[in-house]
């Protein structure tokens, strides 16, 4: 059964750890995380893309595959299916289709539309008992062919949006989507801190994920962040992973082009990367 984020990110706050968010590609990402989420007994998030969600086929179909997963590989962990980066006619199409969790990506317009559009999703999610991440100030990198510069959220919008009856807040605190360019200055903790103090218990939610160092990640939970998103991280393990078999030749002998023995190291290392991201994270046993 898919539930809502929304008991998974109160107990995360509570406890000072955070749940993952790991984005899903196709059906060996999706067995990948929600295997290794069971192994771990954690609690995990199914992010989805607009433009992933396209990819498989539409969110009816990838809703279709996880419950199908869950009840066949009998996940009893929780796990939420959440819109990653949802714009106002995404969410309503992920909600139709069934989708535990909404994220509502405003942050490109102006805060008082911003503002307006978030009550609406957060409005019709309520009827349906679906978890809303919203966002203030974009996160820098490209996502589905959106590139933000990596804002520095204003505290004060971030507390006027958590206050719309959001269950999630991700703001942007100079975390980038991909892999972090190598004059990249950090997070901004003062933001963060100031972000907290205003929003009191709302679980905040740090994206970009990948190559964040472990301290950086360790104090950012400290400071209330209780969800972060890791899509890249598992992309480059996979590829890796795929590039090593190909490149040793493995798919040349015997049947080594079924694609269920070609595609099996990087889902391996998709399994890897998602465990070491739980502990680092904290979730681990907290199901
Ligand atoms: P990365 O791809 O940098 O891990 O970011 C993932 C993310 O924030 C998805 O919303």
Same mark, same amino acid.
């Given at each position: 059964?898919?539930?809502?984020?929304?008991?998974?990110?109160?107990?995360?706050?509570? @406890?000072?750890?955070? %749940?993952?968010?790991? #984005?899903?590609?196709?059906?060996?990402?999706?067995?990948? $995380?929600?295997?290794? &989420?069971?192994?771990?007994?954690?609690?995990?998030?199914?992010?989805?893309?607009?433009?992933?969600?396209?990819?498989?086929c539409?969110?009816?179909?990838?809703?279709?595959?996880?419950?199908?997963?869950i009840?066949?590989?009998?996940?009893?962990?929780?796990?939420?299916?959440?819109?990653?980066?949802?714009?106002?006619?995404?969410?309503?199409?992920?909600?139709?289709?069934?989708?535990?969790?909404?994220?509502?990506?405003?942050?490109?317009?102006?805060?008082?539309?911003?503002?307006?559009?978030?009550?609406e999703?957060?409005?019709?999610?309520?009827?349906?008992?679906?978890?809303?991440?919203?966002?203030?100030?974009?996160?820098?990198?490209?996502?589905?062919?959106?590139? @933000?510069?990596?804002? %520095?959220?204003?505290? #004060?919008?971030?507390?006027?949006?958590?206050?719309?009856? $959001?269950?999630?807040? &991700?703001?942007g605190?100079?975390?980038?989507?991909?892999?972090?360019?190598?004059?990249?200055?950090?997070?901004?903790?003062?933001?963060?801190?100031?972000?907290?103090?205003?929003?009191?218990?709302?679980?905040?939610?740090l994206?970009?994920?990948?190559?964040i160092?472990?301290?950086?990640?360790?104090?950012?939970?400290?400071?209330?962040?209780?969800?972060?998103?890791?899509?890249?991280?598992?992309?480059?393990?996979?590829?890796?992973?795929?590039?090593?078999?190909?490149?040793?030749?493995?798919?040349?002998?015997?049947?080594?082009?079924?694609?269920?023995?070609?595609?099996?190291?990087?889902?391996?290392?998709?399994?890897?990367?998602?465990?070491?991201?739980?502990?680092?994270?904290?979730?681990?046993?907290?199901?």
């Open positions: 059964m898919l539930v809502s984020a929304k008991e998974m990110l109160t107990k995360a706050k509570e @406890g000072k750890y955070a %749940v993952g968010q790991f #984005n899903i590609n196709n059906l060996e990402w999706t067995k990948a $995380v929600l295997l290794t &989420a069971q192994e771990n007994n954690s609690p995990v998030i199914l992010g989805v893309s607009e433009g992933a969600a396209k990819y498989m539409g969110f009816n179909t990838v809703t279709a595959m996880v419950k199908g997963m009840d066949t590989l009998k996940i009893t962990v929780p796990v939420a299916l959440h819109l990653d980066h949802g714009t106002y006619e995404g969410a309503k199409q992920a909600i139709a289709d069934g989708f535990s969790s909404i994220m509502f990506d405003g942050s490109h317009y102006g805060i008082e539309e911003n503002i307006e559009k978030t009550k999703i957060v409005a019709l999610c309520a009827t349906q008992g679906l978890s809303v991440e919203a966002e203030v100030g974009s996160i820098g990198g490209e996502e589905d062919g959106v590139i @933000g510069a990596g804002e %520095v959220a204003d505290p #004060n919008e971030c507390k006027q949006i958590a206050d719309l009856g $959001v269950d999630m807040l &991700a703001a605190i100079g975390n980038i989507h991909g892999v972090y360019p190598e004059n990249w200055t950090g997070l901004s903790f003062d933001t963060l801190d100031a972000i907290q103090q205003l929003t009191g218990k709302m679980p905040l939610v994206h970009g994920g990948t190559g160092p472990e301290d950086m990640i360790a104090k950012a939970i400290s400071l209330g962040v209780s969800k972060i998103n890791v899509n890249t991280e598992c992309q480059l393990s996979f590829a890796a992973a795929t590039r090593k078999y190909v490149e040793e030749g493995k798919d040349l002998k015997g049947k080594g082009f079924d694609p269920r023995k070609l595609l099996n190291p990087g889902f391996e290392a998709i399994k890897a990367t998602v465990k070491e991201k739980m502990e680092l994270f904290g979730s681990v046993n907290k199901a």
